[in-house]
């Protein structure tokens, strides 16, 4: 998906921006340990931990699944990323950053603004929340 380099600069700055506040589910916790815990990458799982570990975690499964669902169900998102929408939108998350390509159905959602660290949106990216954030992701 893109330059590899790139995309880690890109989340690696976002990472270390300090006024942003990170908040994950543990449905994200066990979707990107999986493939690091099955093949033993012990440097990707000790990235992953690092990040859990200063990270919140909005652990509300029965409301992310509430939410979850119709958001799935009237965009055509998948499942997956519908529920890491809503349990953005349940902690009050400003931003969703995402690796997902500006074409997936993620970005049709209105309950969070969704962010990619991939592509560059069209149109004017002096506006919106990629404004705001531009100066970590270029």
């Not at 012990?42 to 979850?68: P, S, W």
């Not at 890491?84 to 997936?104: F, S």
Request: hydrophobic content about 40%; aromatic content about 8%.
């Amino acid at each position: 998906r893109g330059n590899p380099e790139s995309i880690r600069q890109r989340a690696l700055r976002a990472l270390s921006e300090p006024s942003f506040e990170f908040w994950y589910s543990p449905l994200l916790e066990l979707e990107v340990m999986l493939h690091p815990t099955h093949h033993q990458d012990q440097l990707e799982m000790g990235f992953h931990r690092e990040y859990f570990k200063h990270a919140d975690c909005f652990g509300d499964l029965n409301r992310v699944f509430e939410i979850g669902a119709p958001e799935a169900m009237k965009h055509g998102i998948p499942v997956m990323d519908a529920l890491h929408i809503a349990a953005a939108n349940l902690a009050r998350c400003e931003v969703l950053l995402t690796t997902e390509h500006l074409t997936k159905p993620i970005f049709r959602t209105k309950l969070v603004h969704v962010v990619t660290i991939v592509d560059r949106p069209p149109g004017n990216p002096e506006t919106g929340y990629y404004h705001k954030l531009r100066g970590l992701l270029t």
